[in-house]
Protein backbone atom coordinates (compact mmCIF):
# COMPACT_ATOMS: atom_id res chain seq x y z
CA UNK A 1 0.00 0.00 0.00
CA UNK A 2 1.64 3.41 -1.04
CA UNK A 3 2.19 6.13 1.40
CA UNK A 4 -0.56 8.39 -0.10
CA UNK A 5 -3.27 5.46 0.57
CA UNK A 6 -1.71 4.32 4.24
CA UNK A 7 -1.09 8.06 5.69
CA UNK A 8 -4.65 9.40 5.09
CA UNK A 9 -6.43 5.75 6.46
CA UNK A 10 -3.84 6.03 9.68
CA UNK A 11 -4.26 9.98 10.22
CA UNK A 12 -8.26 9.44 12.13
CA UNK A 13 -6.50 6.68 13.78
CA UNK A 14 -3.70 8.31 15.36
CA UNK A 15 -5.72 11.40 16.15
CA UNK A 16 -8.97 9.41 18.18
CA UNK A 17 -5.96 7.40 19.83
CA UNK A 18 -4.62 10.69 20.91
CA UNK A 19 -7.25 12.28 21.91
CA UNK A 20 -8.37 9.52 24.10
CA UNK A 21 -5.19 9.29 25.89
CA UNK A 22 -5.11 13.41 26.24
CA UNK A 23 -7.73 12.75 28.18
CA UNK A 24 -6.85 9.95 30.22
CA UNK A 25 -3.47 12.04 30.97
CA UNK A 26 -6.09 15.03 31.68
CA UNK A 27 -7.85 13.18 34.35
CA UNK A 28 -4.52 11.92 35.89
CA UNK A 29 -3.71 15.43 36.68
CA UNK A 30 -6.77 17.24 37.88
CA UNK A 31 -4.88 17.70 41.62
CA UNK A 32 -5.63 21.58 41.35
CA UNK A 33 -4.33 22.38 44.75
CA UNK A 34 -5.68 20.38 47.91
CA UNK A 35 -4.24 20.63 51.74
CA UNK A 36 -4.75 17.64 53.28
CA UNK A 37 -5.57 18.34 56.99
CA UNK A 38 -5.73 14.53 58.57
CA UNK A 39 -4.02 13.70 61.19
CA UNK A 40 -0.47 11.63 60.82
CA UNK A 41 2.09 10.26 62.93
CA UNK A 42 4.57 12.70 61.25
CA UNK A 43 2.35 15.89 60.71
CA UNK A 44 -0.17 16.25 63.81
CA UNK A 45 -1.91 19.73 61.91
CA UNK A 46 -2.50 21.02 65.07
CA UNK A 47 -5.55 19.21 65.92
CA UNK A 48 -7.16 18.98 70.09
CA UNK A 49 -9.11 16.22 70.43
CA UNK A 50 -12.48 15.96 72.93
CA UNK A 51 -15.13 12.87 73.44
CA UNK A 52 -18.27 12.70 74.56
CA UNK A 53 -18.83 9.53 76.95
CA UNK A 54 -22.07 7.31 76.70
CA UNK A 55 -23.25 8.81 80.15
CA UNK A 56 -23.16 12.22 79.07
CA UNK A 57 -18.94 13.10 80.23
CA UNK A 58 -17.05 14.91 78.35
CA UNK A 59 -12.73 14.93 78.16
CA UNK A 60 -10.16 15.58 76.13
CA UNK A 61 -7.99 13.05 74.32
CA UNK A 62 -4.96 12.71 72.47
CA UNK A 63 -4.96 10.21 69.67
CA UNK A 64 -2.41 7.03 70.50
CA UNK A 65 -1.04 6.22 66.63
CA UNK A 66 -0.83 2.39 65.62
CA UNK A 67 0.91 3.37 62.15
CA UNK A 68 1.21 6.76 59.98
CA UNK A 69 -2.34 7.07 59.59
CA UNK A 70 -4.35 5.09 61.93
CA UNK A 71 -5.17 6.04 65.77
CA UNK A 72 -7.32 5.43 68.44
CA UNK A 73 -8.80 8.06 70.55
CA UNK A 74 -9.79 5.92 73.97
CA UNK A 75 -10.67 2.67 75.03
CA UNK A 76 -13.95 3.81 76.56
CA UNK A 77 -17.17 4.21 74.89
CA UNK A 78 -18.38 7.26 73.13
CA UNK A 79 -20.93 8.75 70.82
CA UNK A 80 -19.16 11.99 69.49
CA UNK A 81 -15.65 13.53 69.05
CA UNK A 82 -15.10 17.24 68.91
CA UNK A 83 -11.55 18.68 66.86
CA UNK A 84 -10.68 21.79 66.37
CA UNK A 85 -7.85 23.10 65.08
CA UNK A 86 -6.33 26.95 63.97
CA UNK A 87 -6.85 27.66 59.79
CA UNK A 88 -3.49 29.00 59.14
CA UNK A 89 -3.16 27.65 55.35
CA UNK A 90 -4.62 30.33 52.69
CA UNK A 91 -5.90 28.93 49.48
CA UNK A 92 -8.65 31.08 47.32
CA UNK A 93 -12.18 29.84 47.03
CA UNK A 94 -11.56 27.27 49.87
CA UNK A 95 -14.11 24.32 50.27
CA UNK A 96 -13.71 21.64 53.13
CA UNK A 97 -14.30 18.22 51.33
CA UNK A 98 -15.33 15.36 53.01
CA UNK A 99 -16.14 11.74 53.18
CA UNK A 100 -17.54 9.25 55.59
CA UNK A 101 -19.63 6.95 56.69
CA UNK A 102 -22.25 5.45 60.02
CA UNK A 103 -21.51 8.78 61.45
CA UNK A 104 -23.08 12.57 61.04
CA UNK A 105 -21.16 15.95 60.99
CA UNK A 106 -21.67 20.02 62.15
CA UNK A 107 -18.83 22.27 61.14
CA UNK A 108 -18.02 25.29 62.66
CA UNK A 109 -15.30 28.35 62.10
CA UNK A 110 -15.50 30.06 65.25
CA UNK A 111 -18.93 29.46 66.58
CA UNK A 112 -20.23 30.01 62.95
CA UNK A 113 -22.48 27.19 61.65
CA UNK A 114 -21.06 26.09 57.86
CA UNK A 115 -22.40 22.84 58.03
CA UNK A 116 -24.85 19.62 60.10
CA UNK A 117 -26.56 16.46 58.82
CA UNK A 118 -29.01 17.53 61.52
CA UNK A 119 -32.18 19.26 61.88
CA UNK A 120 -32.32 19.35 65.87
CA UNK A 121 -31.04 22.27 67.62
CA UNK A 122 -30.99 21.12 71.27
CA UNK A 123 -27.96 20.30 72.97
CA UNK A 124 -26.63 19.29 76.22
CA UNK A 125 -24.31 21.81 78.74
CA UNK A 126 -21.10 21.01 76.75
CA UNK A 127 -22.49 21.96 73.27
CA UNK A 128 -23.25 18.86 71.58
CA UNK A 129 -26.09 17.83 70.03
CA UNK A 130 -28.91 15.37 71.58
CA UNK A 131 -28.69 13.53 68.22
CA UNK A 132 -32.28 10.98 67.76
CA UNK A 133 -29.99 7.61 66.28
CA UNK A 134 -32.53 7.26 63.78
CA UNK A 135 -31.23 10.70 62.37
CA UNK A 136 -27.57 8.76 61.99
CA UNK A 137 -27.04 7.70 58.06
CA UNK A 138 -24.90 4.60 57.08
CA UNK A 139 -24.35 4.99 53.99
CA UNK A 140 -21.16 6.72 52.41
CA UNK A 141 -21.37 10.67 51.66
CA UNK A 142 -19.28 13.12 50.29
CA UNK A 143 -19.75 17.01 51.01
CA UNK A 144 -17.97 20.33 50.19
CA UNK A 145 -18.75 23.08 52.62
CA UNK A 146 -17.56 26.48 51.79
CA UNK A 147 -15.74 28.52 53.84
CA UNK A 148 -15.62 32.54 53.76
CA UNK A 149 -12.47 34.27 52.24
CA UNK A 150 -11.48 35.55 55.67
CA UNK A 151 -11.08 32.03 57.40
CA UNK A 152 -7.13 32.42 58.02
CA UNK A 153 -6.64 32.54 61.80
CA UNK A 154 -9.93 31.30 62.50
CA UNK A 155 -10.78 28.11 64.88
CA UNK A 156 -12.08 25.35 62.83
CA UNK A 157 -14.70 22.66 65.00
CA UNK A 158 -15.93 19.31 63.57
CA UNK A 159 -18.12 17.26 65.53
CA UNK A 160 -18.77 13.46 64.87
CA UNK A 161 -21.69 11.77 65.87
CA UNK A 162 -21.98 7.86 66.23
CA UNK A 163 -24.66 5.72 66.88
CA UNK A 164 -24.90 3.00 69.41
CA UNK A 165 -24.11 0.11 67.10
CA UNK A 166 -21.48 1.83 64.85
CA UNK A 167 -18.29 -0.43 63.51
CA UNK A 168 -16.10 2.18 63.49
CA UNK A 169 -15.64 5.51 65.56
CA UNK A 170 -13.01 7.79 63.62
CA UNK A 171 -13.16 11.67 63.68
CA UNK A 172 -14.03 12.88 60.25
CA UNK A 173 -11.15 14.42 58.13
CA UNK A 174 -11.27 17.41 56.00
CA UNK A 175 -9.28 18.45 52.80
CA UNK A 176 -8.99 22.06 51.78
CA UNK A 177 -9.85 22.58 48.11
CA UNK A 178 -10.53 25.28 46.22
CA UNK A 179 -13.66 24.91 44.15
CA UNK A 180 -11.36 23.77 40.58
CA UNK A 181 -10.52 20.78 42.71
CA UNK A 182 -13.43 19.90 43.74
CA UNK A 183 -14.86 20.07 40.24
CA UNK A 184 -11.62 17.95 39.53
CA UNK A 185 -12.19 14.94 41.47
CA UNK A 186 -15.98 14.62 41.01
CA UNK A 187 -14.51 14.59 37.28
CA UNK A 188 -12.25 11.82 38.43
CA UNK A 189 -14.87 9.88 39.84
CA UNK A 190 -17.08 9.93 37.49
CA UNK A 191 -15.62 10.25 33.84
CA UNK A 192 -12.07 7.48 34.32
CA UNK A 193 -14.76 4.93 35.63
CA UNK A 194 -17.44 5.57 32.86
CA UNK A 195 -14.54 5.86 29.88
CA UNK A 196 -13.75 2.47 31.64
CA UNK A 197 -17.31 0.80 31.00
CA UNK A 198 -17.43 2.41 27.74
CA UNK A 199 -13.99 0.87 26.87
CA UNK A 200 -14.95 -2.42 28.54
CA UNK A 201 -18.51 -2.66 27.00
CA UNK A 202 -17.24 -1.48 23.11
CA UNK A 203 -15.02 -4.63 23.55
CA UNK A 204 -17.38 -6.68 24.83
CA UNK A 205 -20.45 -5.91 22.21
CA UNK A 206 -17.39 -5.60 19.42
CA UNK A 207 -16.28 -9.47 20.26
CA UNK A 208 -19.79 -10.73 20.21
CA UNK A 209 -20.48 -8.96 16.83
CA UNK A 210 -17.11 -11.13 15.38
CA UNK A 211 -18.22 -14.39 17.02
CA UNK A 212 -21.59 -13.93 15.08
CA UNK A 213 -19.92 -14.08 11.95
CA UNK A 214 -18.73 -18.20 10.96
CA UNK A 215 -15.37 -18.38 10.75
CA UNK A 216 -13.91 -21.48 9.14
CA UNK A 217 -10.85 -21.31 11.41
CA UNK A 218 -11.32 -22.68 14.65
CA UNK A 219 -8.56 -21.28 16.42
CA UNK A 220 -9.96 -17.97 15.75
CA UNK A 221 -13.63 -19.14 16.72
CA UNK A 222 -12.05 -20.42 20.10
CA UNK A 223 -10.05 -16.92 20.35
CA UNK A 224 -13.08 -15.31 19.85
CA UNK A 225 -15.18 -17.01 22.38
CA UNK A 226 -12.41 -16.97 25.06
CA UNK A 227 -12.52 -13.11 24.40
CA UNK A 228 -15.95 -12.61 24.62
CA UNK A 229 -16.35 -14.48 27.76
CA UNK A 230 -13.06 -12.53 29.30
CA UNK A 231 -14.46 -8.97 28.65
CA UNK A 232 -17.97 -10.09 29.60
CA UNK A 233 -16.79 -10.55 33.16
CA UNK A 234 -14.61 -7.66 33.00
CA UNK A 235 -17.60 -5.40 32.34
CA UNK A 236 -19.59 -6.93 34.93
CA UNK A 237 -16.78 -6.48 37.44
CA UNK A 238 -16.55 -2.79 36.47
CA UNK A 239 -19.73 -2.35 36.90
CA UNK A 240 -19.89 -4.43 40.32
CA UNK A 241 -17.02 -1.91 41.54
CA UNK A 242 -17.68 1.19 40.33
CA UNK A 243 -20.86 3.63 41.84
CA UNK A 244 -23.15 2.64 38.96
CA UNK A 245 -23.51 -0.08 40.27
CA UNK A 246 -23.34 0.84 44.29
CA UNK A 247 -26.04 3.03 43.28
CA UNK A 248 -28.38 1.49 41.01
CA UNK A 249 -28.20 -1.93 43.51
CA UNK A 250 -26.66 -4.21 41.12
CA UNK A 251 -23.77 -4.47 43.26
CA UNK A 252 -26.32 -5.85 46.32
CA UNK A 253 -28.19 -8.00 44.08
CA UNK A 254 -24.76 -9.86 42.87
CA UNK A 255 -24.36 -10.31 46.44
CA UNK A 256 -27.29 -11.68 47.49
CA UNK A 257 -27.36 -14.02 44.17
CA UNK A 258 -23.97 -15.24 44.04
CA UNK A 259 -21.77 -13.80 46.69
CA UNK A 260 -21.54 -15.81 50.30
CA UNK A 261 -19.57 -15.17 53.41
CA UNK A 262 -16.42 -17.26 52.21
CA UNK A 263 -16.91 -16.00 48.44
CA UNK A 264 -14.53 -13.27 47.15
CA UNK A 265 -16.09 -11.86 43.69
CA UNK A 266 -12.98 -9.77 42.86
CA UNK A 267 -11.07 -13.13 43.79
CA UNK A 268 -12.74 -15.45 41.58
CA UNK A 269 -13.04 -12.41 38.89
CA UNK A 270 -8.97 -12.32 38.83
CA UNK A 271 -8.43 -15.83 38.88
CA UNK A 272 -10.51 -16.44 36.04
CA UNK A 273 -8.95 -13.50 33.78
CA UNK A 274 -5.81 -14.91 34.91
CA UNK A 275 -7.07 -18.56 33.81
CA UNK A 276 -7.98 -16.79 29.95
CA UNK A 277 -4.76 -14.95 29.75
CA UNK A 278 -2.80 -18.38 30.27
CA UNK A 279 -4.88 -20.19 27.71
CA UNK A 280 -4.95 -16.99 25.02
CA UNK A 281 -1.14 -17.27 25.46
CA UNK A 282 -0.65 -20.92 25.41
CA UNK A 283 -2.61 -21.09 21.98
CA UNK A 284 -1.00 -17.86 20.34
CA UNK A 285 2.18 -19.46 20.97
CA UNK A 286 1.02 -22.69 19.71
CA UNK A 287 -0.88 -20.96 16.70
CA UNK A 288 2.52 -19.92 15.45
CA UNK A 289 4.74 -22.51 15.98
CA UNK A 290 2.20 -24.71 14.28
CA UNK A 291 2.29 -22.29 11.23
CA UNK A 292 6.07 -22.44 11.73
CA UNK A 293 6.00 -18.58 11.38
CA UNK A 294 5.94 -16.18 14.29
CA UNK A 295 4.40 -12.87 14.36
CA UNK A 296 6.24 -9.72 13.07
CA UNK A 297 8.37 -8.39 16.13
CA UNK A 298 7.09 -5.14 14.98
CA UNK A 299 3.52 -5.95 15.67
CA UNK A 300 4.34 -7.95 19.07
CA UNK A 301 6.09 -4.68 20.32
CA UNK A 302 3.47 -2.42 19.14
CA UNK A 303 1.00 -4.45 20.43
CA UNK A 304 3.17 -4.85 23.68
CA UNK A 305 2.97 -1.79 23.91
CA UNK A 306 -0.65 -0.66 23.85
CA UNK A 307 -1.49 -3.55 25.90
CA UNK A 308 0.85 -2.32 28.79
CA UNK A 309 -0.50 1.31 28.46
CA UNK A 310 -3.90 0.65 28.40
CA UNK A 311 -3.40 -1.98 31.52
CA UNK A 312 -1.37 0.78 33.78
CA UNK A 313 -4.04 3.52 32.97
CA UNK A 314 -6.71 1.17 34.27
CA UNK A 315 -5.19 0.00 37.38
CA UNK A 316 -4.00 3.63 38.26
CA UNK A 317 -6.87 5.79 38.57
CA UNK A 318 -6.79 5.60 42.42
CA UNK A 319 -3.50 6.18 43.03
CA UNK A 320 -2.47 9.61 44.05
CA UNK A 321 0.71 9.64 41.48
CA UNK A 322 -1.53 8.72 38.66
CA UNK A 323 0.08 6.45 35.98
CA UNK A 324 3.42 7.15 36.67
CA UNK A 325 3.25 5.65 40.25
CA UNK A 326 1.56 2.46 39.02
CA UNK A 327 5.07 0.47 38.10
CA UNK A 328 6.58 1.56 41.68
CA UNK A 329 3.24 0.43 43.12
CA UNK A 330 3.64 -3.03 41.39
CA UNK A 331 7.28 -3.16 42.41
CA UNK A 332 6.42 -2.41 46.66
CA UNK A 333 3.54 -4.82 46.80
CA UNK A 334 5.67 -7.67 45.09
CA UNK A 335 8.71 -6.91 47.77
CA UNK A 336 5.75 -6.61 50.20
CA UNK A 337 4.84 -10.25 48.92
CA UNK A 338 1.62 -8.99 47.61
CA UNK A 339 1.16 -10.54 44.51
CA UNK A 340 -2.22 -9.69 43.24
CA UNK A 341 -1.04 -6.39 41.39
CA UNK A 342 1.46 -8.28 39.34
CA UNK A 343 -1.14 -11.27 38.34
CA UNK A 344 -3.77 -8.42 37.41
CA UNK A 345 -1.00 -6.58 35.65
CA UNK A 346 0.28 -9.49 33.44
CA UNK A 347 -3.27 -11.29 32.95
CA UNK A 348 -4.81 -7.38 31.52
CA UNK A 349 -1.67 -7.06 29.44
CA UNK A 350 -1.68 -10.65 27.80
CA UNK A 351 -5.32 -10.17 27.54
CA UNK A 352 -5.22 -7.13 25.35
CA UNK A 353 -1.78 -7.51 23.49
CA UNK A 354 -3.86 -11.10 22.34
CA UNK A 355 -6.77 -8.88 21.60
CA UNK A 356 -5.12 -6.79 19.33
CA UNK A 357 -3.50 -9.82 17.32
CA UNK A 358 -6.81 -11.66 16.82
CA UNK A 359 -8.57 -8.34 15.63
CA UNK A 360 -5.69 -8.15 12.92
CA UNK A 361 -6.00 -11.78 12.42
CA UNK A 362 -9.98 -11.19 12.27
CA UNK A 363 -9.55 -8.02 9.62
CA UNK A 364 -6.83 -10.28 7.40
CA UNK A 365 -9.97 -13.32 6.93
CA UNK A 366 -12.13 -10.35 6.28
CA UNK A 367 -10.46 -9.14 3.37
CA UNK A 368 -9.32 -12.49 2.14
CA UNK A 369 -13.06 -13.68 2.75
CA UNK A 370 -13.60 -10.06 -0.18
CA UNK A 371 -11.51 -11.07 -1.86
CA UNK A 372 -12.98 -14.57 -2.47
CA UNK A 373 -15.78 -13.08 -3.14
CA UNK A 374 -14.95 -11.42 -5.27
CA UNK A 375 -13.45 -13.19 -7.66
CA UNK A 376 -16.61 -15.35 -7.45
CA UNK A 377 -18.44 -12.46 -8.91
CA UNK A 378 -15.77 -12.12 -11.31
CA UNK A 379 -16.21 -16.15 -12.30
CA UNK A 380 -19.89 -15.53 -12.46
CA UNK A 381 -19.70 -12.77 -14.27
CA UNK A 382 -17.38 -14.43 -17.06
CA UNK A 383 -19.11 -17.46 -16.88
CA UNK A 384 -22.49 -15.46 -18.16
CA UNK A 385 -20.50 -13.50 -21.03
CA UNK A 386 -19.02 -16.64 -22.63
CA UNK A 387 -22.82 -18.14 -22.57
CA UNK A 388 -23.93 -14.76 -24.42
CA UNK A 389 -20.83 -15.71 -26.35
CA UNK A 390 -22.13 -19.03 -27.40
CA UNK A 391 -25.35 -17.84 -27.69
CA UNK A 392 -24.55 -14.81 -30.32
CA UNK A 393 -22.30 -17.46 -32.37
CA UNK A 394 -24.95 -19.75 -32.16
CA UNK A 395 -27.63 -17.28 -33.20
CA UNK A 396 -25.03 -16.17 -35.95
CA UNK A 397 -24.91 -19.54 -37.51
CA UNK A 398 -28.84 -19.78 -37.38
CA UNK A 399 -28.58 -16.16 -39.17
CA UNK A 400 -26.09 -17.10 -41.95
CA UNK A 401 -27.98 -20.47 -42.35
CA UNK A 402 -31.45 -18.29 -43.35
CA UNK A 403 -29.31 -16.04 -45.67
CA UNK A 404 -27.69 -18.72 -47.31
CA UNK A 405 -31.66 -20.62 -48.37
CA UNK A 406 -32.48 -16.65 -49.52
CA UNK A 407 -29.27 -16.37 -51.59
CA UNK A 408 -29.71 -20.03 -52.97
CA UNK A 409 -33.25 -19.41 -53.63
CA UNK A 410 -32.25 -16.05 -55.52
CA UNK A 411 -29.75 -17.62 -57.88
CA UNK A 412 -31.55 -20.43 -58.51
CA UNK A 413 -34.24 -17.94 -59.96
CA UNK A 414 -31.57 -16.02 -61.80
CA UNK A 415 -30.01 -19.31 -63.01
CA UNK A 416 -33.63 -20.57 -64.51
CA UNK A 417 -34.63 -17.08 -66.42
CA UNK A 418 -31.26 -17.31 -68.17
CA UNK A 419 -30.17 -14.09 -66.34
CA UNK A 420 -26.15 -15.17 -65.78
CA UNK A 421 -24.79 -11.84 -65.86
CA UNK A 422 -27.27 -11.08 -63.10
CA UNK A 423 -26.61 -14.05 -61.22
CA UNK A 424 -22.69 -13.87 -61.22
CA UNK A 425 -23.17 -9.59 -60.31
CA UNK A 426 -25.88 -10.97 -57.43
CA UNK A 427 -22.45 -13.50 -56.09
CA UNK A 428 -19.79 -10.98 -56.56
CA UNK A 429 -22.13 -8.77 -54.37
CA UNK A 430 -22.71 -11.59 -52.09
CA UNK A 431 -19.34 -12.22 -51.57
CA UNK A 432 -18.37 -8.73 -50.70
CA UNK A 433 -20.89 -8.78 -48.01
CA UNK A 434 -19.40 -11.37 -46.49
CA UNK A 435 -15.81 -10.38 -46.53
CA UNK A 436 -16.50 -6.91 -44.63
CA UNK A 437 -18.80 -8.52 -42.16
CA UNK A 438 -16.40 -11.74 -41.77
CA UNK A 439 -15.03 -12.49 -38.57
CA UNK A 440 -11.11 -13.03 -38.09
CA UNK A 441 -10.05 -16.21 -36.69
CA UNK A 442 -6.80 -15.19 -34.43
CA UNK A 443 -6.37 -19.27 -33.31
CA UNK A 444 -6.89 -22.39 -33.67
CA UNK A 445 -7.92 -22.96 -29.70
CA UNK A 446 -11.87 -22.72 -30.12
CA UNK A 447 -11.88 -20.95 -26.38
CA UNK A 448 -9.04 -18.26 -26.83
CA UNK A 449 -10.51 -17.56 -30.21
CA UNK A 450 -13.86 -16.95 -28.98
CA UNK A 451 -12.35 -14.71 -25.91
CA UNK A 452 -10.21 -12.48 -28.00
CA UNK A 453 -12.50 -12.96 -31.17
CA UNK A 454 -14.97 -11.00 -29.77
CA UNK A 455 -13.25 -8.83 -27.52
CA UNK A 456 -10.90 -7.66 -30.65
CA UNK A 457 -14.07 -7.18 -33.12
CA UNK A 458 -15.50 -4.72 -30.43
CA UNK A 459 -12.64 -2.65 -30.79
CA UNK A 460 -12.48 -2.47 -34.34
CA UNK A 461 -16.07 -1.46 -34.62
CA UNK A 462 -15.12 1.37 -32.79
CA UNK A 463 -12.78 2.28 -35.22
CA UNK A 464 -9.26 1.38 -33.23
CA UNK A 465 -7.01 -0.43 -34.80
CA UNK A 466 -6.16 -3.82 -33.86
CA UNK A 467 -2.70 -5.87 -33.96
CA UNK A 468 -2.43 -9.36 -32.82
CA UNK A 469 0.06 -12.35 -32.68
CA UNK A 470 -1.06 -15.75 -31.19
CA UNK A 471 0.83 -18.72 -31.51
CA UNK A 472 -0.56 -21.36 -29.14
CA UNK A 473 -1.44 -24.93 -29.50
CA UNK A 474 -5.20 -25.95 -30.34
CA UNK A 475 -5.45 -27.19 -26.25
CA UNK A 476 -4.22 -25.75 -23.16
CA UNK A 477 -4.06 -26.91 -19.65
CA UNK A 478 -5.47 -24.01 -18.05
CA UNK A 479 -8.91 -23.00 -16.89
CA UNK A 480 -11.17 -21.77 -19.24
CA UNK A 481 -12.94 -19.22 -17.40
CA UNK A 482 -9.76 -18.35 -15.31
CA UNK A 483 -8.64 -17.52 -19.13
CA UNK A 484 -11.56 -15.22 -19.95
CA UNK A 485 -10.75 -13.51 -16.84
CA UNK A 486 -7.97 -12.65 -17.45
CA UNK A 487 -8.05 -11.66 -21.45
CA UNK A 488 -11.63 -10.17 -20.87
CA UNK A 489 -10.37 -7.70 -18.54
CA UNK A 490 -6.90 -7.39 -19.98
CA UNK A 491 -8.98 -6.19 -23.29
CA UNK A 492 -11.77 -4.36 -21.73
CA UNK A 493 -9.13 -2.04 -19.84
CA UNK A 494 -7.69 -1.71 -23.62
CA UNK A 495 -11.05 -0.79 -25.28
CA UNK A 496 -12.14 1.60 -22.42
CA UNK A 497 -8.85 3.45 -22.57
CA UNK A 498 -8.71 3.58 -26.27
CA UNK A 499 -12.18 5.30 -26.03
CA UNK A 500 -11.62 7.88 -23.73
CA UNK A 501 -9.03 9.16 -26.46
CA UNK A 502 -9.56 12.57 -27.81
CA UNK A 503 -8.44 11.29 -30.93
CA UNK A 504 -9.71 8.03 -31.93
CA UNK A 505 -8.08 7.67 -34.87
CA UNK A 506 -4.76 7.23 -33.28
CA UNK A 507 -5.69 4.39 -30.75
CA UNK A 508 -4.55 1.09 -30.77
CA UNK A 509 -4.26 -2.69 -28.98
CA UNK A 510 -1.73 -4.53 -29.68
CA UNK A 511 -2.24 -8.40 -28.19
CA UNK A 512 0.69 -10.71 -28.24
CA UNK A 513 -0.12 -14.68 -27.02
CA UNK A 514 2.44 -16.97 -27.21
CA UNK A 515 3.33 -20.82 -25.34
CA UNK A 516 6.76 -21.34 -25.10
CA UNK A 517 7.13 -24.74 -23.36
CA UNK A 518 5.30 -24.90 -20.26
CA UNK A 519 4.79 -21.33 -19.95
CA UNK A 520 1.85 -18.52 -21.59
CA UNK A 521 3.09 -15.58 -22.14
CA UNK A 522 0.67 -12.39 -22.46
CA UNK A 523 1.10 -9.32 -22.78
CA UNK A 524 -1.50 -6.09 -23.93
CA UNK A 525 -0.29 -2.81 -24.83
CA UNK A 526 -2.87 -0.05 -25.83
CA UNK A 527 -2.46 4.00 -26.17
CA UNK A 528 -3.54 6.16 -23.75
CA UNK A 529 -4.78 9.52 -23.80
CA UNK A 530 -1.58 11.63 -22.06
CA UNK A 531 -3.75 13.81 -20.01
CA UNK A 532 -5.18 11.01 -17.91
CA UNK A 533 -2.75 10.95 -14.84
CA UNK A 534 -2.87 7.85 -12.42
CA UNK A 535 -1.69 8.69 -8.83
CA UNK A 536 0.49 5.89 -6.93
CA UNK A 537 -1.67 3.23 -6.05
CA UNK A 538 -4.60 4.43 -8.31
CA UNK A 539 -6.01 1.54 -10.07
CA UNK A 540 -9.15 3.30 -12.37
CA UNK A 541 -10.15 6.34 -13.46
CA UNK A 542 -13.88 5.84 -13.34
CA UNK A 543 -15.64 8.25 -11.17
CA UNK A 544 -17.07 5.56 -9.13
CA UNK A 545 -13.88 3.73 -7.75
CA UNK A 546 -15.94 1.93 -5.25
CA UNK A 547 -17.79 -0.35 -7.81
CA UNK A 548 -14.58 -0.65 -9.98
CA UNK A 549 -10.70 -1.25 -10.46
CA UNK A 550 -11.72 -4.85 -9.53
CA UNK A 551 -10.76 -6.29 -12.82
CA UNK A 552 -6.95 -6.18 -12.03
CA UNK A 553 -7.14 -7.95 -8.96
CA UNK A 554 -9.28 -10.68 -10.44
CA UNK A 555 -6.08 -10.92 -12.92
CA UNK A 556 -3.89 -10.99 -10.08
CA UNK A 557 -5.50 -13.34 -8.47
CA UNK A 558 -5.45 -15.94 -11.76
CA UNK A 559 -1.89 -14.83 -12.33
CA UNK A 560 -1.30 -16.20 -8.50
CA UNK A 561 -2.52 -18.99 -9.25
CA UNK A 562 -0.55 -19.96 -12.08
CA UNK A 563 2.93 -18.70 -10.20
CA UNK A 564 3.00 -15.85 -12.38
CA UNK A 565 2.56 -12.03 -11.75
CA UNK A 566 0.68 -9.23 -13.21
CA UNK A 567 3.11 -6.30 -14.29
CA UNK A 568 1.56 -3.30 -15.47
CA UNK A 569 3.86 -0.42 -16.97
CA UNK A 570 2.83 3.32 -17.75
CA UNK A 571 4.34 5.44 -20.40
CA UNK A 572 2.65 9.04 -20.74
CA UNK A 573 0.90 7.86 -23.91
CA UNK A 574 1.17 3.84 -23.22
CA UNK A 575 0.03 1.03 -21.24
CA UNK A 576 1.20 -2.38 -21.21
CA UNK A 577 0.12 -5.36 -18.93
CA UNK A 578 1.77 -8.26 -19.02
CA UNK A 579 2.16 -11.71 -17.38
CA UNK A 580 3.97 -15.30 -17.90
CA UNK A 581 1.61 -18.08 -16.97
CA UNK A 582 3.21 -21.18 -15.50
CA UNK A 583 0.75 -24.36 -17.15
CA UNK A 584 0.71 -27.57 -15.53
CA UNK A 585 2.36 -30.41 -17.09
Not at 10 to 31: D, M, N, T, W
Not at 523 to 544: A, F, I, S, W, Y
Request: glycine share 4%.
Amino acid sequence: MSKKIYLPGLLPVLIAACLVVGIFIAIHRVGYQSVYLNDTESNHHGWEYEIRMDAGEVKKVSPRYIDEYSYTLSDENYDAVKRCRIMEEELKDANLEMSYMQCGIEVFLDDRLLYSDFQTAERDAYGYLLVDEAAIREELRSVAVSVPEDYKGKKLTIITFFSQDAEYRYAVDPNLQSWDTVLSHAMADTVMPMLWLVFCGSMFLGVAVCCMIPMPDRILRFKMALLFLVYAVSFIMHVYQSDIGYYSGLQEWIDQAVVKESFDIGMAGLALLAACAVILLAIEIWADRKKQKWGSLGQLIIFGIMGLVITAFQNSSELDGGVWSYFPTILLSIIGKNFIPFVTLCSEWIIYTVTFFTVVQFIQWCVQEWKKKTRLLEHSRFAWENYELVMQVDEDSRRRKHEMKHHMETLYSLLMSQETKKAAEYIEKTLEEANRSAKLTYSGNIVLNSIVGIRLNQAKEKGITVHCHIHVPEKLKIDDVELSILLSNMLENAVEACMRMESREESYIRLEIRKKKKFLFIECENNVDKKEVLEEGQTTVKGDRKKHGFGLDAMRAVAEKYASIIQTEREPDKFTVRTNLCLPE
